[in-house]
């Protein structure tokens, strides 16, 4: 009887569903994609208004949500084409999916969508939320979805209470409606205040008017804007030496391309405008046509690296028309010094290059393959010079919402690099180059299989590259009076020498410089490790990949993590070595521990560093640092804070620990107003664990009583949790409640007293006050942040 009322339902909502449909046609013609591309360009005067008027609200109001990969229902409202493209009801971070999503065109370099491209979108399930029937200022309303969710939150706003109830869910993985226009009226019913800006205030009345006028006459988008004449001089220089046809320069830029895909290229600073590197089947001088594929390194043409020959490709510069995100921005300098910098370090140098690589997965995943004929220093220093940027590619790229590649790592932990001059001192490139096989990294290999023995399969795999390496350094001679300081790069002024790394549960931010308390770990990173992390976590993280390929990355990733921090270990006293390395991998399986304390554990010669204090990881992290001249470099401690009046009160908060630091968020902003202005801080909540050496079970690893508080100047991180505003004269006292913080009921009184909830009146002030300040004090690396993750508390 239950399964008959069941099927009855089913059946009678699929009848309202198509009820809504027919609805729809009856009264505003059928829905046709043709519509919206037949409505004529702005004029002036439009693209004038738009620009003044319209995105303003929709990047602070829409966008601060609707962003990037975890955009919720796939609406990315960054980009003209992501409106344009629509919602779906599918979603891209499924840590459950046994088979490889179709692919769903990357929009990162589209401007513009075409007939045939929304056509095939359409098809693969995304829906339009403008209006795609008659084009009427009555239909552009009625039948436009987005319209429908802003009126909804008119009609109904938000409850005036400090939280909201239990209707509300704004934990990551919410279950999502996603209602396309035709089952609106079911939504609204159901959800009555699930309006946009979903369990944010709603926008003004002035807002609200000024976006129903722009829906109501079209929602008109405007044009790209042409380049000027210094961008159009230094794009040509630039895609003149990227496709010059020596196999070299062919080589070369391949290598470029499968690095910077990411970046957001600029010119000249402060920035007017960013350019993506894309790859394209028309050389310069003609329009883009955009060769798109899931990872850089895939086939570019449909031989997919078979052995016939195929057309060239070629490498441009497109114009980022997309609206700044923090969560993805990753700024690159690319003028005309840096193409003579690359010049150098890679087409000087003599060194041949017989035949092109092929693009056959196996190889094409290996750079140490792919890219074997470049000299590997010079791709070392690549990387280096950059190193902030190499780094952040795995924690800003294709992950965005990055869990899988996250909880790999500690809360809090500091990198240093090898001196590139080991690589030819020791003449490792040709240890790299007879050890290929070993460095295969997962995307080379088949997803379709879901086995538990990868971890020990990557084990001795990994086992045995380290056995190669300790050999290898017996041949070379390698002894104790080479294990010192000089192994590692002391920067030379570049302020990449040194980074700090801060983990937010499942995002991450990259300073440079040592920032913060001294750590549980370190990584001391050589080039191999750099370049796997790198076609690990980046070029060969698949966002749509199944389980197999996110369960692949996440184990393949803690023999790296654990190389890196062996490398750190090795610097330290042979007696201390042990005892430092235990208490990292604290209660971790006895197989971790076999893996980690094996033979070869021993075998590393003594450190040539002379100790004088009984802390010796504390003392070798301040060497490092007086080593690399970087303690003082960056721009986030607060004893470099320009407002030292805040700073050294603030400065007592880095003294706490324990249990109720436990009880504060990942990141909170705190602005502080005074009669100078505003000055704007994080708090990151560094969570402790015994260890992260293993996949599930996160939470039986924590140790609250170990977590520890960092305060910095400035905005660090993309994803806030909570905002705080005080006035000066309440910065003492706000300090003394967060020292004094011990249980729940703190922090509640704590919001209650200084907090800017998701539910303030004043909310849309704040955080406009906010990327104001951020785009003000740090041009360079702003961008809008994501409110996706404000806590409800």
Known sequence: MNKFYSLLLILFFSGCATLGVMEYDKL???????????????????????????????????????????????????????????????????????????????????????????????????????????????????????????????????????????????????????????????????????????????????????????????????????????????????????????????????????????????????NSNYFKLVRSTTPPGQPIKLINSRRPFDAPFSNKGNNEESPQVYYRLQKNNDTIIAKRHMPYRFDLAKLAYLDELFIAPDYPVETLPDYQLKNAANPFITFKAIPAKSRYLFLLEQAQFSIMNFIKGPVCRGQVALNVIEDHFWVFFADPSYINHYHSDGFIDNNTELLQLPASTSDKALSVLYWRSYASRQQSYLENKLHFMKEIGFRQSDLDLE??????????????????FDSASVLQGFVGQTPKTAWFITYPLLERIHYLLVAGFDVYG???????????????????????????????????????????????????????????????????????????LQLIAQHTANETSNDYSLSNGKNNRYDYKLQRLNNKKGVGVS???????????????????????????????????????????????????GIVGTYPNAFFHVKETQLGDFVSSVELMQTPADYRQLKDTYAVRRTSKNFWQYADKLHAWYKTNRPNEAGLLDFNRLENR
């Open 663 to 713: 009880i504060l968020p990942q990141i909170s902003y705190l602005m502080v107003s005074g009669e100078q202005g505003d000055s704007v801080y994080t708090l990151i909540n560094n969570s402790a664990h015994s260890n992260v050496a293993h996949l599930f079970s996160e939470n039986d690893r924590r140790l609250p009583e170990e977590d520890t508080l960092t305060v910095v100047t």
């Open 487 to 504: 192994l590692v790069w002391p920067g030379n002024g570049n302020p990449n020498a040194t980074l700090t790394v801060f983990r937010h």
């Open 28 to 270: 505003y013609g059928e829905s046709n994609i043709n519509n919206r591309l037949s409505i004529p360009a702005m004029t002036k005067q439009q693209q004038s208004h738009f620009s003044e008027k319209i995105q303003p609200i929709i990047e602070n109001r829409c966008v601060v949500c609707h962003g990037c990969y975890d955009a919720p229902c796939q609406l990315k409202l960054e980009s003209r084409a992501g409106l344009e493209r629509g919602a779906s009801k599918k979603r891209v971070y499924n840590g459950e999916r046994l088979l490889t999503a179709k692919d769903n065109h990357s929009l990162s370099t589209l401007t513009k969508l075409n007939r045939n491209t929304l056509s095939e979108m359409r098809k693969e399930g995304f829906f339009s939320v403008l209006n795609e029937r008659q084009q009427t200022p009555i239909a552009n309303k009625n039948a436009g979805l987005i319209y429908q969710m802003l009126q909804l939150k008119q009609q109904h706003p938000l409850p005036e209470t400090p939280l909201l109830d239990n209707s509300f869910d704004v934990s990551l993985d919410r279950s999502q409606q996603c209602p396309t226009i035709e089952e609106f009226e079911q939504y609204k019913t159901k959800y009555p205040l699930a309006g946009m800006p979903y369990a944010l205030p709603a926008l003004t009345a002035e807002q609200h008017t000024t976006l129903t006028t722009w829906l109501e006459n079209g929602a008109l988008l405007p044009n790209t804007k042409p380049l000027n004449a210094s961008e159009i001089s230094i794009i040509a220089q630039w895609e003149a030496w990227l496709n010059s046809t020596t196999n070299k320069q062919q080589l070369v830029s391949r290598y470029l391309y499968e690095h910077l895909y990411l970046a957001n290229l600029f010119f000249q600073q402060p």
């Open 546 to 620: 199944n389980v197999a390929h996110q369960l692949k990355t996440r184990l393949y990733m803690d023999f790296l993590r654990m190389e890196a921090e062996s490398n750190f270990i090795a610097l330290l006293p042979k007696k201390d070595r042990r005892s430092i390395h235990e208490y990292w991998y604290r209660g971790t399986s006895d197989t971790i521990k076999d893996y980690i304390f094996s033979d070869d554990f021993e075998q590393l010669p003594e450190t040539n560093i002379h100790y004088k204090t009984k802390q010796p990881q504390q003392e070798l």
